[in-house]
């Protein structure tokens, strides 16, 4: 259960059943029972918003570029650590090549499977990872899982938190519709976790890790982000939880079915992936 999961499943009025031996049950501190976050300020939430459309557009800014860009573009004058502390929140990092420091970093680490591959068939390769997206009161996190093949979206899920259960989740619904013979996704600790990689390995698929600061390794993934917030989060500007996941599910539906795309020579993702798995 995720942390949530646990939280909600306290019953303060139990007949039985203290709080403090709910907790010892689920195995969640008293602590966290009672923890609130203290949510961003606005002019935090606005520099996100600028941080996100700016390395949507430049991936390679990291802290200190970014705090300079926002002092000269926008007249934020705000330090790197601070810039540091909101992209960290927002779960992005620059993505250039940096020494590997990988060691004792308390995950097995998968070999990156898909140098000089040719991917060239619907289920070889299928690939997920996280997006930010700001809302005007708060943000949530975006993650996919896309075939590299078509481009297609097998299943995507909206959170409030990090936490991995809602990418298991969102994996287990794409493995509903198929079985890649390769996933790939960066190191990040909702990949790297044991219930992500050994349900992988159950049905049998290779599992992919990207090099540390490498930035063509999910290229894909990264393609689709800047398409679902150009062409529909930032022109829509949601206000709502509610609203921005039904204009996502409307978004992912013509993505995938009306959207033609130049390097699948004008096909839609859902027509070549049909295509290539002998379905309609």
């Not at 390995?201 to 990207?210: A, F």
């Not at 500007?237 to 996502?248: I, M, N, S, T």
Request: charged content about 25%.
């Amino acid at each position: 259960m995720s942390i949530e999961q646990q939280r909600t499943g306290i019953e303060p009025t139990h007949p039985k059943l203290s709080v403090r031996r709910q907790c010892e049950l689920l195995g969640l501190s008293r602590s966290t029972l009672y923890y609130q976050p203290v949510p961003e300020t606005a002019e935090n939430l606005a520099m996100m918003r600028l941080i996100d459309e700016e390395y949507t557009r430049h991936p390679f800014k990291g802290s200190r570029r970014m705090a300079a860009w926002l002092s000269q573009e926008w007249g934020h004058e705000v330090n790197r650590k601070r810039v540091q502390r909101l992209m960290r929140q927002m779960g992005l990092e620059a993505i250039y090549p940096k020494p590997n420091r990988s060691t004792g970093s308390g995950h097995k680490v998968y070999p990156y499977l898909l140098r000089g591959v040719t991917v060239s068939r619907p289920d070889q390769v299928w690939s997920a990872d996280i997006t930010y997206v700001g809302m005007p009161s708060g943000f949530l996190y975006l993650a996919a899982v896309i075939d590299w093949y078509s481009r297609y979206v097998i299943s995507w899920r909206l959170s409030n938190t990090l936490d991995g259960e809602f990418c298991l989740d969102m994996l287990n619904e794409a493995l509903s519709h198929g079985q890649p013979e390769v996933f790939n996704t960066d190191q990040g600790v909702q990949f790297t976790a044991n219930a992500w990689t050994s349900r992988l390995e159950s049905v049998g698929t290779r599992v992919s890790m990207d090099g540390r600061g490498r930035c063509l390794d999910n290229v894909f993934v990264e393609r689709l982000w800047r398409s679902v917030k150009y062409e529909d989060i930032y022109l829509r500007g949601y206000e709502h939880v509610p609203e921005l996941r039904q204009g996502l599910r409307t978004y992912f539906q013509f993505y995938n079915e009306k959207r033609h795309h130049q390097s699948l020579n004008d096909r839609t993702p859902a027509e070549v992936y049909r295509a290539g798995r002998g379905t309609r």
